[in-house]
C-alpha cells in the first residue's frame, strides 16, 4: 500500500500590503509497490497491468556500431520488463513500424512471458536501418499501440534516436506531442553528438519524462536498464497536484523542482473553480518538490489564512495534503526572511533558464548573451551548490571569476559538451538538510 | 484529566494538543479549561455559563462563515475555522453579562471570563492571558473557571447575611483554586521560562456592595448613573509603582515598560496574594470588569465614564432604567474598542446594581434562581 506524505517550506509571515505567496511542498511516496500493481491508495481493479514501449531508431545513419547497439540495449530492456507487462516494439525512421509484435500479428501488444520474450529478441535481431527520421509518426504509432488497452493506466514509453528530426517540419512533431500529450509517459534519449536537444525535450517534457544524453552506443544499454528498472518501479498510476487557492486568489506559477525543473502552470485542467489539477505522472519511491507560487488578497494584520491547499491525488482521491499559509504581520524581522528552500530552488530554476538561454544565444553567434547569461548559470550554480551544473559550464566556459559570474566562452567545446550542459540544465540539486 | 477525543475524527490526543494529530482538526482551548476541577458538580451549567463553545454548531469559517475543511480552513476563504474561544458572550440574568473577543490584531484570544448570577449575588471574573507566555488561553480560561466556580458554590451554601462580611476571604480562596487550576491546567508546560500566565480580576456583587480582588492590570470601575465612575482596582503594573515612587504618570506611562505587569497568575508568579476592596453600593449603576484591549483607549476615568456612559444610552432602553442588558452594553464596548484598532483582546463584563426584578434581598431557594427555570 503505497504511503504519500507532503512537507511544506515557506515563510509564512507576509507585511502589509503584499500579496503573494510562495512554498517548496515536498512529495514523499513509500511502498509503491511495481507497475501495475496497483499498489496505490484506492487503486480499485485487480489484476491490472502496465505497458512498455521500446521505440527505437532505424533510421539510416544509425546504420553499424549504434544500430547494434541499440538492439542490444532493446533485448536488454525486453529482460527489464516484468511478465504480464503489456509490450511491444517500435522501429522508427521516417515512417514508424511495429517491429514486435509482427507487423501481421492480430494483437497490437501482448502481455511479457518468456515465450513472447525470446520471440520479441528475434524481431529485434531482424531490425535493419534505412530511410530518414520523422519522430511524429513515431510517438503516433506507439500512441495507436497504447490506445488498444483502455483499460491500462500506466503507460510508458523509451525514445531513442540518434540524429535530427530532419525529415518532417518541426511544427509537425510539435503537433504530434500535443495529440499524445497525456496518453503515454516517454523518456527521451539522444545517442551520440547529431540529436536536437530541443526537439527531445518537448517530447519529454510534454510525455512527463526525462531528456538524457547517451555519449557512446556501448552505453545505451545500461541507460535503457535503469529506464525500465524505474519504470517497473511505479506502483502508483498517473497521479494529479492539486492546487486550491482561496476565492479572489490566483495561482502564479506551479513548477516542479526536483528533481527535475518542470514548469507545470500551463498544464492546469480544472477541478473545481477554486482548485485546479497538474499532470505528475506515475509514482515510485520516491520524494519531488514543487514550487507553489500564488496571490492573494491581502488582508489585515494579525489575520492567519490559508493561502493553498497543495495535494496529491490518484484515481480522484487525495492522498497527501500540503498546507501553504499567510500571516500578515508589522513585524519586519519576521516577513523580511526568505524561506530556504524556496531561495534555493527559485536559484536552481533561474540555472537553468540561464544555461539554456546562454546555449541558444551561443548557437545563433550571439557572444553578448552568450557570455552574460553563461556567466549568470556559473554564478546561480556556485550560490545553490550544483557542483554538476558548474563540472558541466567549466566545458563550455572559461571561469575567470565564479563569485561574480565572469566568464569567456570556450572557442574549442565540444558540441558533445554543449549537449551534455543543455541537456542536464534542468537537474536539480536538494537543499542540505 | 480526561481523554479527550477529536470531535471530528474520534481519535484521542493528549491534554497539551491545539489540532487533532489525525485530521488537522482545532481541538485546544475550550474542553480541557471548562473540564477543571470547580465544575464538577457543574453548579453552574444552570446558568448557561459553562465558557466557550458549549453550543455545538456545524464548523464554520470566522471570516466569511463559509464551510471549512477538515483542516481546519474555509474551502472558499481559506479564513480559519471560527474558534468559540474567538468570541462569546454570557449572560447569566439580564444585569449580569460579558463579552469576550480575539480583538483586530491578535490571532488568538487569551482574555477569558466567567460569570454567575443569583438574584442576590453576582460573580464577574475576568482574566487576560499574557501574551509573551505560550498556551496563556488556557491559563487564562482556567483560572476565571475555577474563580468563579469557588465563588459561586459559596453563594449557594453561604446564607447571604452572613457572606456579606465575608467575600473577601473568598475571593482570597477563589485567587488560590485559579493559581492551582492553571497549575493543573498547563501540566509540564509550567517548566517553560515563560510559562502561561494571566492577570485576574473579580468582583461580587451583592444587594449592598461590590467586593474585588486583583493581580494585574485587567480592572474593575463603579459607573453610577450619575458622576464619575470610580476605579475598584489599580492595576499591578510598571506604571502605578512608579507613580507610587513619585514619578510623574506621564512619564512612567510613555516608559518601554509602560505595559509589564508586577504580579499575575501563573506558575511563576511567585503565589502574590491579590488586593482586595470592598466598595459600598448605594446609588444605581453598572460594575464594570474590562481587560486592557477596552482600557488602553480610555485609561483615565473621565474618557472611561464617558465610554461607558455613551455605550449605555446607546442600547435599547438606554437613558432609562441604566440602559439595556449587560451583554448589549458589553457588545456595544466590545466593538467600540473594535472600532478604535482591537489591538489586543478584548474582554467587558458588567453586573447592573441593583440587578433588575430580584427582590431585594430574600435568600431563594436554589432551584427557583435558575432563570432557565422561571
Redesign the interface.
Known amino acids: 500500500m503505497a504511503v504519500f506524505t507532503a512537507e511544506v517550506f515557506q515563510n509564512e509571515y507576509l507585511a502589509p500590503g503584499t500579496t503573494d505567496v510562495h512554498a517548496i511542498v515536498t512529495l514523499a511516496c513509500t511502498g509503491a509497490g511495481g507497475a501495475g500493481s496497483t499498489a496505490a491508495a484506492g487503486a480499485g481493479a485487480s489484476g491490472e497491468a502496465a505497458a512498455e514501449i521500446v521505440m527505437v531508431d532505424t533510421s539510416g545513419s544509425m546504420t553499424g556500431a549504434s544500430l547494434a547497439a541499440a538492439k542490444h540495449a532493446a533485448t536488454v530492456a525486453l529482460d527489464q520488463i516484468v511478465d504480464g507487462t503489456w509490450f511491444a516494439i517500435v522501429g522508427g525512421s521516417h515512417v514508424a513500424q511495429r517491429t514486435f509484435p509482427y507487423p501481421n500479428a492480430t494483437m497490437a501488444m501482448v502481455p511479457m512471458e518468456p515465450g513472447a520474450r525470446e520471440a520479441a529478441k528475434q524481431a529485434v535481431s531482424l531490425m535493419s536501418a534505412s530511410g530518414g527520421t520523422a519522430m511524429s509518426t513515431w510517438l503516433v504509432l506507439a500512441a495507436q499501440l497504447f490506445d488498444t488497452l483502455p483499460d491500462v493506466r500506466q503507460k510508458h514509453a523509451i525514445l531513442l534516436t540518434d540524429g535530427k528530426n530532419e525529415s518532417e517540419p518541426r511544427e509537425r512533431l510539435s503537433r504530434a506531442v500535443e495529440s499524445v500529450t497525456g496518453r503515454y509517459q516517454c523518456d527521451a534519449r539522444g545517442v551520440g553528438a547529431r540529436w536536437q536537444v530541443d526537439e527531445l525535450r518537448e517530447i519529454a517534457t510534454a510525455l512527463l519524462g526525462t531528456v538524457g544524453l547517451i555519449a557512446t552506443p556501448d552505453e545505451i544499454a545500461a541507460d535503457f536498464e535503469r529506464i525500465l528498472a524505474r519504470s517497473m518501479a511505479r506502483g502508483v498510476p498517473p497521479a494529479d497536484l492539486r492546487v486550491w487557492?482561496?476565492?479572489?486568489?490566483e495561482v502564479l506559477f506551479v513548477r516542479q523542482v526536483s528533481p527535475t525543473v518542470e514548469d507545470l502552470t500551463h498544464r492546469r485542467t480544472p477541478v473545481n473553480p477554486?482548485t485546479g489539477a497538474y499532470p505528475t505522472g506515475a509514482w515510485g519511491d520516491e520524494s519531488r518538490d514543487y514550487h507553489v507560487a500564488v496571490r492573494?488578497p491581502t488582508r489585515?494584520?494579525?489575520?492567519?489564512?490559508?493561502?493553498a491547499?497543495v495535494q496529491l491525488a490518484v484515481d480522484d482521491v487525495v492522498v497527501a495534503?500540503g498546507?501553504v499559509k499567510?500571516?500578515w504581520s508589522d513585524d519586519d524581522g519576521l516577513t523580511a526572511r526568505i524561506n530556504r528552500e524556496v531561495a534555493h530552488y527559485t536559484g536552481q530554476a533561474e540555472l537553468a533558464s540561464a544555461i539554456q538561454d546562454g546555449l541558444a544565444a551561443k548557437a545563433a553567434g550571439d557572444v553578448a548573451t552568450a557570455t552574460t547569461r553563461l556567466g549568470r548559470a556559473v554564478l546561480l550554480a556556485k550560490e545553490t551548490g550544483n557542483a554538476e551544473a558548474t563540472t558541466r559550464l567549466r566545458r563550455v566556459v572559461e571561469i575567470d571569476d565564479e563569485d561574480t559570474g565572469t566568464v569567456r566562452l570556450r572557442r574549442d567545446a565540444a558540441r558533445l559538451d554543449e549537449m551534455a550542459l543543455d541537456t542536464a540544465s534542468t537537474k536539480t540539486t536538494r537543499v542540505r538538510r | 484529566m480526561t481523554d479527550d477525543v477529536c470531535g471530528r475524527c474520534g481519535e484521542p490526543y493528549p491534554p497539551s494538543a491545539r489540532y487533532c494529530e489525525s485530521c488537522?482538526h482545532r481541538v485546544a482551548g475550550i474542553a480541557g479549561a471548562t473540564d477543571s476541577p470547580g465544575t464538577a458538580e457543574h453548579g453552574t451549567a444552570e446558568h448557561g455559563t459553562t465558557g466557550p463553545g458549549s453550543g455545538a454548531t456545524a464548523p464554520a469559517c470566522r471570516?466569511c462563515a463559509g464551510p471549512v475543511?477538515a483542516?481546519g480552513?474555509?474551502?472558499?476563504?481559506?479564513?480559519?475555522e471560527a474558534d468559540p474561544r474567538d468570541h462569546w458572550s454570557d449572560e447569566p440574568a439580564p444585569g449580569t453579562g460579558g463579552v469576550c473577543d480575539r480583538g483586530?490584531?491578535?490571532?488568538r484570544n487569551e482574555d477569558a471570563m466567567a460569570l454567575y448570577a443569583a438574584p442576590d449575588v453576582r460573580v464577574l471574573v475576568v482574566c487576560d492571558g499574557v501574551s509573551s507566555a505560550p498556551d496563556s488561553d488556557r491559563a487564562s480560561l482556567a483560572a476565571a473557571v475555577a474563580a468563579r466556580d469557588h465563588l459561586a458554590a459559596v453563594a449557594r451554601t453561604e446564607p447571604a447575611a452572613e457572606l456579606d462580611a465575608g467575600w473577601s476571604e473568598a475571593l482570597v480562596a477563589a485567587v488560590a483554586l485559579a493559581e492551582q487550576a492553571v497549575l493543573d491546567g498547563v501540566g509540564e508546560m509550567a517548566e517553560r521560562r515563560e510559562p502561561p500566565s494571566c492577570t485576574f480580576v473579580a468582583s461580587v456583587v451583592t444587594a449592598t456592595r461590590v467586593t474585588t480582588a486583583w493581580l494585574g492590570d485587567s480592572r474593575a470601575y463603579w459607573v453610577p448613573d450619575d458622576g464619575p465612575a470610580q476605579p475598584l482596582s489599580t492595576d499591578d503594573s510598571w506604571v502605578e509603582e512608579m507613580v507610587a515612587q513619585g514619578m510623574a504618570r506621564a512619564d512612567a506611562v510613555a516608559s518601554p515598560h509602560a505595559h509589564a505587569i508586577t504580579r499575575w497568575i501563573g506558575p511563576d508568579s511567585g503565589d502574590a496574594p491579590p488586593r482586595v476592596v470592598e466598595t459600598p453600593l448605594d446609588t444605581p449603576g453598572w460594575v464594570v470588569l474590562c481587560s486592557d484591549g477596552l482600557w488602553n483607549y480610555c485609561p483615565d476615568v473621565e474618557a472611561f465614564t464617558a465610554v461607558v456612559r455613551e455605550a449605555v444610552l446607546g442600547t435599547e432602553g438606554g437613558g432609562t432604567a441604566g440602559g439595556g442588558t449587560a451583554v448589549a452594553v458589553a457588545d456595544r464596548l466590545v466593538r467600540w474598542a473594535t472600532e478604535q484598532g482591537g489591538a489586543d483582546n478584548i474582554t467587558v463584563a458588567l453586573a447592573r446594581h441593583p440587578e433588575p426584578g430580584a427582590a431585594p434581598s430574600d435568600n431563594l431557594p436554589l432551584d427557583a434562581s435558575d432563570p432557565k427555570e422561571l
Do not use: I, K, M, N
Not at chain 1, 487557492?245 to 486568489?249: D, F, K, T
Not at chain 1, 489585515?300 to 493561502?307: D, I, M, N, Y
Not at chain 2, 480552513?73 to 480559519?80: A, E, I, V
Open positions: 487557492v482561496p476565492a479572489g486568489g477554486l492573494v489585515s494584520v494579525g489575520t492567519e489564512q490559508l493561502a491547499r495534503s498546507l499567510a500571516t | 488537522g471570516d475543511a483542516d480552513y474555509c474551502l472558499q476563504c481559506g479564513g480559519r483586530v490584531r491578535h490571532t
